[in-house]
């Protein structure tokens, strides 16, 4: 009975000791879970283990063989002379294990590290770094056991899953911090090259207006054709220079202060020696105006306004620019919902969504523009009967300069003509624009049935497409809807001008 | 639940700290804070008051050790009481036990820690 009762207490002291054996191993997996500060990680640890095994020294290291030097390190209960010795001792002895498989800890005899470490492991937490644990004498003055050892290479295999976890998440933060840093550089690059451009290409183009002018009256038209493909041209650079403008969010450039300050300084003088060369009226004025819109901020101020107005006069002044186009363009705009934000982006949002309907549309096809409340949003929905967009770029359409269509496809370059394409930079302003304004975009888009087939193409005209028997066949076959939803202007917003 | 905070209490040159609650790395820098606000000229010995609800993680274990080494060394004498069933055990298997005594009862401790008792 006195033996019953004795072999009771040993197999429920047995129990308890193992119950808080797990209570350690729940505790480490559960402290370090999400945990990515190596330091912390191997200060926990320690502090765990050596308190699960009634130790008063111990310590971790952690050695990297590319810088072939101790990465981390933590020491409990040994001073500060003998933790640097620790330290030397323990890279000398992780030196010659580099090439252990990941994952593997193993309990060792580590020669020249102080009597009082009786216990060392190590493992191996990737290729390139190893690890020591040491512990010194259990307090109680037991070795460690089998079921000692046992627990301890659980609880460093733990650790190396942490250690792993927190490396990687080290990897993917550098990784992060160099791509934004890179990115950093490139938009610098690419703003500072912008801001170059501008200035000679105002010049340009201020240069071949004034040719065009002195041209006139020549005889011929054989100028006049190629007067028009650079003027064409030249539109299609400032295009694109405008539209990086926004993407980088472009400042004033350089000489735009220098410029205003000397309009500011000498507007009288200006105009009276303009007027001798017999330039009259608001010159100067007008020459404010071009500063500001050639070399000016794009710092846009928000303001209070009717998107259904705003949207009905762009779509008034955008409608000419293809009207050499047979496109049906309906409307069903609600002027009533009012939105609080710069009005220059709303309106280059409805011109590039348009521009980008109208050139995607054939001839004979249809292209709505919507302007609608729904709850506390408005939309401004832009579909259209066009050729729609391949799965496979409808991911990347925003990304921006992804053309949608192969580059031979928009060879003749006249904005609104079917085809003709970009170099998709518009839909990557827009999408800018829509972080920058916080208001949301969304693309919905099916593919022209008949284009399946990567051979075929669009004539560019329904009545020209073999497959087509009437109208109503092309507008079934595909087509895509571009909507931007905006919030409802907050109650008490400033009005707009 | 996790200790926020030690209570101490004086009797002589006892100090008494009752610790309750969830005795983690954490929950033990109160009893850090509280122990080294423990002139060692004036408090002689210093006695742990568990209850039985008082649970410590091997951090907790960690933290006790450390603080009855320090007692050790500035020459104080701890003692622990009220701590349950199973802790004695784990106190026992950690070595606790090497570093202090466990009382029974808090006046069996109390007796123990002060000249005057």
């Given amino acids: 009975m006195h033996e019953q009762s004795q072999a009771a207490d040993v197999a429920q002291d047995r129990l308890e000791r193992q119950l808080f054996h797990l209570k350690t191993l729940y505790d480490i997996s559960r402290e370090m879970l999400g945990e990515t500060d190596t330091g912390r990680i191997l200060k926990n640890f320690l502090l765990m283990t050596t308190g699960n095994f009634g130790t008063i020294d111990g310590f971790v290291l952690l050695r990297e063989s590319g810088s072939g030097g101790i990465g981390h390190y ?131 183009q201020g240069s071949l207006k004034l040719l065009g002018r002195h041209l006139k009256g020549a005889p ?9 493909r650079a003027e064409r041209n030249l539109d299609r650079l400032l295009e694109i220079q405008d539209e990086v403008d926004d993407i980088v969010h472009g400042e004033a450039v350089g000489g735009y202060h220098l410029l205003r300050r000397l309009l500011d300084g000498c507007g009288d003088e200006l105009e009276v020696l303009l007027a001798e060369k017999g330039t009259e009226g608001a ?53 009533g919902p009012r939105v609080f934000m710069p009005r220059e982006p709303v309106e280059k949002v409805l011109a590039g969504l348009v521009k980008n309907a109208v050139e995607n549309t054939p001839d ?35 990304e921006g300069f992804f053309p949608t269509q192969e580059t031979a496809q928009y060879a003749t370059k006249v904005p609104f003509d079917f085809n003709a394409g970009g170099k998709g930079a518009d839909l990557l302003r827009m999408k800018i624009f829509s972080e920058r304004y916080s208001f949301d975009l969304k693309m919905d888009s099916s593919r022209c049935i008949l284009l399946e ?45 | 639940m996790a200790m926020e905070e030690v209570q101490v209490s004086r009797q002589g040159s006892l100090a008494v700290l009752d610790i309750r609650g969830y005795v983690t790395k954490t929950s033990g820098v109160p009893m850090k804070t509280a122990f080294a606000g423990l002139d060692p000229a004036v408090y002689r010995s210093v006695l742990f008051r568990f209850d039985k609800e008082t649970y410590v993680n091997s951090e907790g274990i960690k933290t006790i050790i ?40 808090e006046e069996e401790a109390v007796q123990d820690l002060t000249p005057e008792g």
């Fill in chain 1, 74 to 204: 933590s020491c409990v209960g040994f001073n500060e002379e003998r933790g640097r010795g620790l330290e030397t001792r323990g890279e000398s002895l992780l030196a010659g294990r580099v090439g252990d498989a990941p994952g593997d800890a193993s309990l060792i005899t580590a020669e020249g590290l102080p009597a009082s470490v009786v216990c060392s492991l190590s493992f191996t937490v990737d290729e390139d770094c190893t690890g020591l644990l040491g512990l010194g004498s259990k307090i109680v003055g037991e070795p460690y056991s089998d079921e000692d050892n046992d627990l301890l290479l659980t609880l460093v295999n733990n650790l190396v899953i942490t250690l792993k976890n927190a490396r990687h998440a080290e990897a993917l933060r550098s990784a992060y911090e160099e791509v934004s840093s890179l990115n950093r550089a490139k938009d610098k690059m690419i703003n500072h090259l912008s801001h170059e451009l501008k200035t000679p290409m105002a010049v340009v």
């Fill in chain 1, 220 to 228: 011929g038209e054989k100028w006049k054709r190629i007067y028009d």
């Fill in chain 1, 283 to 335: 010159v100067v004025e007008w020459l404010r105006g071009r500063i500001e819109e050639v070399f000016g901020s794009r710092e846009c101020e928000p303001e209070e306004f009717s998107l259904g107005d705003a949207v009905f006069s762009r779509l008034q002044r955008l409608a000419p620019e293809f009207s050499h186009r047979r496109i049906d363009l309906g409307t069903d705009i609600d002027a």
């Fill in chain 1, 364 to 398: 004979g096809g249809r292209v709505t523009v919507a302007v609608q409340r729904q709850g506390e949003c408005v939309r401004l929905k832009v579909a259209d009967t066009g050729v729609g967009i391949l799965a496979d770029h409808r991911k990347r359409i925003f």
């Fill in chain 1, 453 to 497: 087939d990567p051979e075929n193409a669009c004539p560019g005209d329904i009545e020209n497409c073999a497959r087509c028997q009437k109208e109503e066949d092309c507008f079934e076959s595909g087509g895509s809807t571009f909507e931007a939803v905006f919030p409802v202007a907050p109650a008490g917003s400033p009005p707009g001008k």
């Fill in chain 2, 66 to 105: 450390d603080l009855l080494l320090e007692a050790g060394q500035a020459g104080q004498r701890v003692g622990i009481t009220g701590v349950s069933d199973h802790f004695e055990k784990i106190f026992g298997m950690v070595g606790i036990t090497k570093l202090t005594r466990i009382y029974k009862t």
